[in-house]
Each structure stands twice: as structure tokens, then as C-alpha cells.
């Protein structure tokens, strides 16, 4: 229906509906079968869904709002604007008092706090994951393992060669002792220091434990190597036939097959019987490890190398003899820390050498290099005070505040701030930081909790310092870390939005996740199925294809090239060409094609609404009338209420009576003011019956507080009921219509226009206005009879001979033509509005009709492709 409200031009300036009632009233109401549902206007506060929001756009409740509510924060906020911000009327940002221009100011500021935001978390995980790390990394691995890289970028290892428990032994005492007592074969243990101060005798000198290539990283603690081994014929069993020659089994390991009995052969030394004991986790203070044949838990049997090389010798050569190593051992893990004090950084080296039940030796590494400040919240703001202590205050007060702000828009949308995607990214930007700030305060509170890694033994080179207890809170605060940049740089699409080059794409990417998402889930299946296929073909100890992961991560990556696949074509084998035929058809001939059909879809699609509303509408780009609107406003320049005299006419030019008006127009203007009084009634009505129900309460509670005296109760003064007087009917003589509210009739309804010939309401004004004196025509024609009467008599007593007998014969033609006139007048209008209206149900009718062929031709295409052969 019409809404015969303020303009929305420039010169309106925020008139609205209420004023057509003189006073403020809602601007939408109740349905007409409910006039008394007690809304008190929920619906122009978006409680209550308006009939006709869809015919205006995703944001027509805006029109829904008083005067009052529009200059309020009611909807400020609201996700609905960053959803569909190509809806917005330009018109109203012009004014600095209105929801748009205060939207699109919050919107702004957002962009500006999250690009501050973005460029301090980016700044701390540059400060967090510098270079430094993954060169000290790198170095350990290198040394460790006695590597050397080669001219075309390959690597090779020492422990590389190691093939079996002999060449182990060999490898730890030849390579890997001497690398550990590089300046001195000998370092005296704090212990035996009888004074800890620097002028006094016995106090123990400074000798650091230098190691590496150039000597600038320092062995911190013990050397620890652990054994885990299984036990006689469990989980294995030896055939019947083959008991008589083999009569013990050893299965791989496993949490049930791990031997925890002391083995030592008789004989053996006191003082290397303590090798041969299990050790729990607790104590051994070490945490599980993977290898390629299974999981090592952090107990075992320890050998802690002694802070002398010839008794580190010694001690492996008298472990070797005694048979420390046998068919039982399953795994060797040797871990050891250093520290770099050029950089700060800590570096955790774990080597692990399994022996599976089939033979053979097989090495891995794991390297984790960590900064010394990440340990302890007050060494970082001690020691790196402006680094990244102070990042990570500035990054957690930004994530605070970015907290306050999603819950103030969650408090404002409620429920409907879940279906914007880019809310759903915030919380799980907000959620993955979280994550992370709890893990680094897990990783202080271990630290500070672990005995020995207090700062009184710290440097104590024979304990054992468990830093590899922490390297897995490490790595899974880095990976928390990585998500968090991803989704936090994948957030910047968000602001793109106010720029209408890239708003368009910005859409396709919101509409296109979901269905994206659930398209990988099928090719999630398709690429596991042939991972697992690859794998049992093809999968060997050495290729990508040894494990479930490796295939699947080679089938994922297969599209973009590099991967390795000459051992699918080997000569002679079919299985290979086969799978890849399959491959190419199913992945790249048929899931890589839908996924491009839902891309090109949805993005068909989206540019064409948005192309449909850009032309629709005909405005500039919101923001940049909101830049030119701020900017004007910076200096108190206001860029509405200053039409020229031809577009808003003069004075006596602002109003016209209804009546004057084509009939059209009359009955949209009667239809939308009753609705509107309906409105403000039934509002008034729900009011006046909270108070009433109020003042009940107020008098039930003071005759309960007088007690049970009285055995009649008293009937409250408006429990007798109140029956409001509806509206009355208008009197259509005395009705009144403002230029403004005509403007805004116009604006709303094409058919008006169309009507009336222009879309400017002084034009209409200036071609319907009647004079209007406050006589009757007729008595003023009676009046100038009567004086042109007179004057001819005078004439005649003059002695001039002059007859007008036809006078009262002309007043009724007068009279006469002016009803013709009138009636064939209204008639025309009538005739001209049906006509208008048939024209737009043909014109809806056509279109109906149109889709419907379509559908037709839809339909005969896919039965001619069903129907042609195969």
C-alpha cells in the first residue's frame, strides 16, 4: 500500500508518517483483523515481520520506523546493512542524524580498527616466528644427524647408513660423543662445587658446553638415550610346525607388548644394573614420540651420557658387552637441548631409530626450535619488554576489544547474527584466539611447575631438562596460530564490500562457501577412495604412497603437479594406468567441472541481482557519500535542505486540499493515514491496559499489605474495562495534503506518476490547485450577477435601451457545463487508473507467462537428450 510520509529527496529533511496524525505515531501497525493485538508498534521495531519488506528490498523495514526510532540506536548494528549494503538509500546518508549515515560511520571504523587489528596480529606473528627459528632448526638437524647438502639441494644423513643395533652403537660413539664434547673432553659438575661465589675457592668455573659447527650453540643438560623394548610372545604367535626351532616371537610394539622387567645378564656390573630398569613417563620426564611402525610412550630404560668422554665411551662399550641392545628393542630415542645465546632460541632434537620385527633400522627426526621468552610470561617482559611482550599485550587488548564489539552486535541481532558468514568468522577468529592465549598460559604454568627447570638448576649440565614435554604445546600453538592469520587475512574479503568494484565478488564468495564446503565433503570421499588405493598398490617404505596420509595428501595434490609418480608406471603393471585413467575422469573430468559449474553459477547469479539493484536504484556508492558527507560535516557543511524555489515552490505552494487531487491519489492517501490511525490506536489501547494492569497489581499488593480486615475487595478504578472511541471518519472537504507527504507518494508509487504525469509534487500542486477563497462559486458568480444587474441599470436610467432577459438562461448553461465538465473529468481518471492497472496484471501476466515457456523449453531439451541414442 502507499505511505504518504516524509520525502525522501533532500528537502524532506526526515519528515515522516506520524506527522500526517500531528503527532509522533508508528509508522506501521497491526493487521485489520487484530486491531487490538497490543503491538505498540513491534513491528516498526522489527519484532513483527512487515507484509510487504519483500516487494522493498531486504532493507525495507527501515521504512517501517518513527522518526524517533530512525534517529535511535534501535537498529544500529544490524548485520542486515554489511549484508546487503547495495540496498541502501543513498538519499538518507546525506543526513549526519540518520541510521544510514550512522551505519555506514560504524561500518567505516570497523574497516579502520580491523586494519590496525590485522597489521598488530601480523606484526606479532612475524615477532613470534622469526627467521632465527627455522635457521637454528635447521643447524641442529643438520649436525646432529650429520648431514651435508648438496649442490642440487638434496641432503645427506650419517644415520641415514645406519642398518642395524651394531651400527647404531658405532654411530653413538663415533659421531655423536664427539660432537657432544667438542671444546673439552671434561666438565666438572656443579655438585662437587663447594662455594657458588665467583672470589671464593671450589666455586665452579664458567664452562659452557659449546657445540655445533661454530660453536655457538650450548648443549643445556644431559644427553638422555632411552630404550623401549617388548616382551617374550606377546601379541605374536609361532606356528606348531615351527616351535621345535623357533621358540619365542617378538611382536612390534604396542602398549601391551612393552617389556617392563629388568633383563640385565648374570654378572652383570653393579654399577650399570641401574640401565636396565624401567622407568615410568613421570620419571623419565620425556612424552610419546611416533614412529613409522608405531607409537612410543615417554617410559622406557635410560642411559644419561656421563659428563666425560672416555666414561661416556666406556659406559657404551660396557652397555654393548653386556647385550643393552638385543632382539627385544624396538626403538632408540635420543634427546638432547641446546641453546643459541645470539637469538634466545631453544632448540629440542629427538632421534628416534626403530627396529620393527622384520628387519632393519629406520631413523626420524623431530626438531623443535622455540623461543627462551615463550616459557615464561615474566622472563618475556624482562627480557624482550618491547618485543614480544609487548605485542602480545597489544594483540590480546585488540582481540579484547574486538570481543566487546562481536558481542554488542550479537546483543543487537540476536539470533539473525549467525547468518551472516562473516559473523560466523569472527567467532572463529575469536575462538581460535582464545585457544591459543589458554595454551601459552598452560605452557607458563607447566614451566613454572617443572622442578627442573628452575632457574636455581637450571644450569646444572648433569640433570635432564624436560623442554620436549612442551615441544607438542609448541607445534599445536603454532598451528593455532597459522588458522588464526588464515581466517584473519581471509576476513579482509569482508571490507571489500564497500567498494562496489569489489562487492560483486565479495558476494560470490559468501554464497559460494556453503555450497563449496559441501562439495568437498563428496570429493573428500572420492580423493580417500583412491588415497586408499594407491596406498595398497603402490605403497612402499620409501614413496609417498607408505602410508594412508602420504596417498592422500598425493591425490590432493596431484591436480597442481610435483608429485612423484613413477612408481605407478612401472613397465608391465596395468593396475597403474588404470587407477590414473579413472582419476582423470572421475577427479579431473567430472568433480573439478562441477566445482567449476557452482562457482560459474553462483557468481552468474550473483552479478546479475546486483547489476539488477545497482540499475534499479541509480545511486552512487554509499561510502563514498558517506566520505563527502563526513568530510562536509568536518567543517559544519550540511548537504541537505537547500532545494532551489522550482523544486520547492513557494509558499502558498506547500499544500493542497484532497479533494483537489486525481482520485487515484486520494484513495492511496485515505488507505495508508487509516492504516496509520489503526496503528496509533491499537498502540494507545495496549499502553492504556498496562497501566491498567500496573495500577491492579499496585492495588492487589497494598490490600495484601492491610491484611484479611476487609471482606469485600475493592474493584479497581479500570478494572470496569476500557473501551477507547475508535478513529473517526474524515471529512474529506477539510483534508489537507503537504507537499512533502505527496512527494513521498510519488516516490513509492510508479502508477502515481504515471497518473499524474510528473514525478515532482509542486508540479502537481501547481496543476491541481483550485483558488480557494473560503465562498461558495456559485454565491461569488450570484454576487458578480447582482453587481453587472445593477450596473445596467444605472445604464438604463441613463436612458440607454438595454435587455438581458437570456441571464438566467446562461447561468444554467454555466451551471450545467460545469457538472458536465466535472463528471467527464473523474470518469476519464477512472477509466485512465483501471486501464494502468489491466496494463500491469497483463505485464505480470506475460512474465508468468515467459518463465513458463521457458520451463517448456527446459523440459523438451532434456527429453530430446534422453531420447537421442547413446
Not at 647404531?168 to 655438585?191: N, Q, R, S
Not at 672416555?310 to 637441548?337: F, H, P, Y
Not at 522550482?646 to 505552494?653: I, L, N, S, W
Not at 516516490?747 to 502515481?752: F, M, T
Request: with cysteine; charged share 20%.
Amino acid at each position: 500500500g502507499a505511505q504518504p510520509v516524509g520525502s525522501t529527496r533532500p528537502a524532506a529533511d526526515g519528515l515522516r508518517a506520524g506527522r500526517l496524525l500531528g503527532a509522533p505515531g508508528p509508522a506501521s501497525g497491526c493487521p485489520a483483523a487484530a486491531p487490538d493485538c497490543g503491538c505498540r508498534g513491534l513491528e516498526a521495531r522489527g519484532a513483527m515481520p512487515a507484509k510487504h519488506d519483500d516487494d522493498r528490498g531486504p532493507l525495507g523495514f527501515l521504512d517501517r520506523l518513527l522518526d524517533n526510532e530512525r534517529d535511535s540506536n534501535m537498529h544500529l548494528g544490524d548485520v542486515r546493512f554489511w549484508k546487503h549494503l547495495e540496498h541502501v538509500n543513498t538519499v538518507h546518508i546525506y543526513r549526519t542524524s540518520s541510521l544510514e549515515y550512522r551505519m555506514m560511520k560504524l561500518m567505516f571504523c570497523e574497516a579502520m580498527f580491523y586494519a590496525l587489528f590485522l597489521i598488530v596480529l601480523t606484526s606479532f606473528i612475524v615477532q613470534h616466528r622469526s627467521g632465527s627459528l627455522f635457521e637454528s632448526r635447521r643447524q641442529q638437524y643438520d649436525y646432529w644427524a650429520g648431514c651435508t647438502r648438496q649442490s642440487d639441494g638434496s641432503r645427506t644423513c650419517a644415520v641415514d647408513d645406519i642398518k642395524s643395533q651394531g651400527d647404531l652403537l658405532k654411530w653413538i660413539k663415533e659421531d655423536l660423543t664427539p660432537k657432544a664434547f667438542m671444546d673439552k673432553e671434561v666438565y666438572e659438575p656443579i655438585a662437587s662445587a663447594t662455594s657458588i661465589f665467583r672470589l671464593q675457592k671450589g666455586v665452579a668455573q664458567w664452562s659452557p658446553r659449546l657445540v655445533g659447527d661454530t660453536r655457538t650453540c650450548m648443549l643445556v643438560g644431559a644427553i638422555r638415550i632411552r630404550q623401549l623394548r617388548v616382551q617374550y610372545n606377546v601379541d605374536c604367535e609361532i606356528p606348531e610346525d615351527f616351535k621345535s626351532i623357533h621358540k619365542d616371537c617378538f611382536a612390534r610394539f604396542s602398549s601391551g607388548a612393552e617389556s617392563k622387567m629388568k633383563w640385565h645378564p648374570e654378572w652383570t656390573p653393579e654399577y650399570i644394573k641401574g640401565h636396565y630398569k624401567w622407568y615410568g613417563a613421570n620419571e623419565t620426564q620425556q612424552i610419546d614420540m611416533t614412529g613409522f611402525t608405531g607409537i612410543y610412550p615417554g617410559s622406557g630404560f635410560l642411559l644419561d651420557l656421563p659428563m666425560n668422554k672416555s666414561g661416556a665411551l666406556m659406559r657404551l662399550k660396557e652397555l654393548e658387552d653386556w647385550s643393552w641392545l638385543d632382539v627385544r628393542t624396538r626403538a632408540i630415542i635420543v634427546e638432547l637441548n641446546t641453546l643459541n645465546p645470539n637469538v634466545n632460541i631453544f632448540v629440542n632434537t629427538k632421534m628416534l631409530f626403530e627396529f620393527p620385527p622384520t628387519g632393519g633400522v629406520m631413523a626420524r627426526q623431530e626438531v623443535t626450535s622455540f623461543r627462551a621468552v615463550q616459557l615464561s610470561l615474566a622472563l618475556a617482559a624482562t627480557d624482550d619488554g618491547p618485543g614480544t611482550f609487548a605485542m602480545l599485550i597489544a594483540t590480546t587488548a585488540m582481540f579484547l576489544m574486538l570481543s566487546l564489539y562481536v558481542g554488542y552486535l550479537m546483543a543487537k541481532n540476536g539470533g539473525r547474527y549467525f547468518t551472516y558468514f562473516w559473523s560466523t568468522v569472527d567467532l572463529i577468529i575469536l575462538l581460535l584466539y582464545f585457544i591459543l592465549i589458554c595454551t601459552y598460559l598452560r605452557i607458563f604454568a607447566a614451566t613454572d611447575a617443572e622442578p627442573n627447570l628452575a632457574p636455581e638448576v637450571l644450569g646444572d649440565p648433569e640433570m635432564f631438562f624436560p623442554l620436549g614435554k612442551f615441544t607438542s604445546a609448541f607445534e599445536f600453538s603454532n598451528a593455532i596460530l597459522a588458522c588464526l592469520s588464515l581466517f584473519a587475512w581471509l576476513k579482509v574479503l569482508k571490507y571489500f564490500t564497500l567498494s562496489r568494484i569489489f562487492m560483486g565478488y565479495v558476494r560470490v564468495v559468501e554464497r559460494c562457501i556453503v555450497n563449496l564446503l559441501l562439495f568437498a565433503f563428496l570429493l573428500f570421499l572420492v580423493l580417500f577412495g583412491f588415497a586408499v588405493a594407491m596406498h595398497i598398490g603402490y605403497g612402499s617404505d620409501t614413496n609417498l604412497f607408505s602410508t594412508i596420509w602420504g596417498s592422500l595428501v598425493g591425490v590432493i595434490a596431484a591436480p597442481a603437479g610435483g608429485v612423484n609418480l613413477e612408481a605407478i608406471f612401472e613397465p608391465g603393471d596395468l593396475l597403474g594406468p588404470i587407477l590414473i585413467f579413472m582419476y582423470i575422469i572421475v577427479v579431473f573430468l567430472l568433480l573439478l567441472n562441477v566445482l567449476m559449474a557452482i562457482c560459474v553459477d553462483t557468481y552468474s547469479v550473483c552479478m546479475y541481482q546486483l547489476n539488477e539493484t545497482l540499475n534499479e536504484k541509480k545511486s552512487p556508492n554509499p561510502t563514498l557519500v558517506f566520505l563527502w558527507t563526513y568530510w562536509n560535516a568536518l567543517f559544519k557543511v550540511k548537504l541537505v535542505g537547500k532545494e532551489d524555489v522550482e523544486d520547492r515552490g513557494t509558499a502558498d505552494e506547500q499544500q493542497i486540499p484532497l479533494i483537489a487531487l486525481p482520485e487515484a491519489v486520494q484513495i492511496h492517501y485515505l488507505t495508508e493515514k487509516r492504516r496509520m490511525e489503526s496503528i496509533m490506536h491499537t498502540a494507545q489501547v495496549a499502553i492504556k491496559e498496562e497501566r491498567r494492569k500496573q495500577l491492579e497489581n499496585d492495588l492487589s499488593a497494598t490490600t495484601n499489605s492491610m491484611g484479611e480486615e476487609d471482606d469485600e475487595e475493592p474493584t479497581p478504578p479500570l478494572a470496569l474495562g476500557f473501551h477507547p472511541t475508535p478513529p473517526e471518519e474524515e471529512d474529506l472537504e477539510h483534508l489537507v495534503v503537504k507537499r512533502v507527504q505527496l512527494q513521498r507518494m510519488l516516490e513509492d508509487h510508479p502508477v502515481l506518476v504515471e497518473i499524474c504525469g510528473t514525478d515532482r509534487a509542486v508540479d502537481v500542486m501547481r496543476r491541481f490547485r483550485v483558488d480557494y477563497s473560503g465562498m461558495d462559486p456559485y454565491e461569488a458568480v450570484a454576487r458578480l450577477q447582482a453587481s453587472v444587474a445593477e450596473k445596467l441599470k444605472e445604464l438604463d436610467e441613463r436612458g440607454m435601451d438595454l435587455s438581458f432577459d437570456e441571464m438566467e438562461a446562461l447561468k444554467t448553461v454555466s451551471s450545467e457545463l460545469h457538472v458536465a465538465l466535472t463528471e467527464s473529468q473523474k470518469e476519464w481518471r477512472a477509466e485512465l487508473l483501471s486501464v494502468l492497472q489491466m496494463a500491469s496484471l497483463l505485464s505480470r501476466a506475460l512474465i508468468d507467462l515467459t518463465g513458463q515457456l521457458a520451463k517448456v523449453q527446459y523440459n523438451h531439451n532434456e527429453l530430446q537428450k534422453r531420447a537421442s541414442p547413446q
